[in-house]
Nanobody, 124 residues
């Protein structure tokens, strides 16, 4: 399984970015997927997740109402639409997949395949 994250960049506070996570084959039909982020000097933290069997979405409280996760119909790409960005959203963002049960979807240790990360920088 290979995951390719893209779409990061520099944006001013209040702006928007859309991250993409592309995968080969039936990756997003086989595994649940998650978005995580890691800021300098901090641990990797959960951002959002989507179950493979439905479009059920889950969000960290810090991004709820601002970020939206979605996927395309062929289920080859998952997106993270980020609106009203804040300086504290600055981090490297990663997509990941795994056979993760619902209660563990916020735990990065439960995901087995990771993309390379894409840097999001939000200026104040």
């Amino acid at each position: 399984v290979q995951l390719q994250a893209s779409g990061g960049g520099l944006v001013q506070a209040g702006g928007s970015l859309r991250l993409s996570c592309a995968a080969s084959g039936r990756t997003f039909s086989t595994y649940n997927m998650g978005w995580f982020r890691q800021a300098p000097g901090k641990e990797r933290e959960f951002v959002a997740a989507m179950r493979r069997t439905s479009n059920s979405e889950y969000y960290a409280d810090s991004v709820k109402g601002r970020f939206t996760v979605s996927r395309d119909n062929p289920r080859t790409t998952v997106y993270l639409q980020m609106n009203n960005l804040k300086p504290e959203d600055t981090a490297v963002y990663y997509c990941a997949v795994g056979n993760v049960i619902l209660s563990s979807m916020r735990d990065p240790g439960q995901y087995i395949y990771w993309g390379q990360g894409t840097l999001v920088t939000v200026s104040s």
